[in-house]
């Protein structure tokens, strides 16, 4: 069984994320209808993945099917956010790292 949110090891590993921390990924958190949330949990489960790979498939899948130039300006946009938000997912990482020798 796979544990949720944590990158597989293996084979079956997904070869784009199986050298990358999911403690070091960016954290986005949101509200979603309880409806959806369900199904998205039990996808995820039926497929066997973590939830955070159900989500990057299908957002991958919706930027696909965008027109070329809409398509073309996210991932310009996107290219310019990344070097800042993996910047600050790894201060967040090592701040927690700090913290927790601390209180040893």
Known sequence: MTRLGRPRTGPRASQRFRAEKVSQFVKLTGRYPAPLAARLRVLALEQG???W?????????YLSALPSTLKAHVQRRARRDVHALQASAV?????ELLRKAQKR
């Open 49 to 51: 993945e973590p939830l």
């Open 91 to 95: 201060e967040s990482y090592e701040r």
């Open 53 to 61: 790979v159900l989500l990057v498939e299908a957002a991958e899948a």
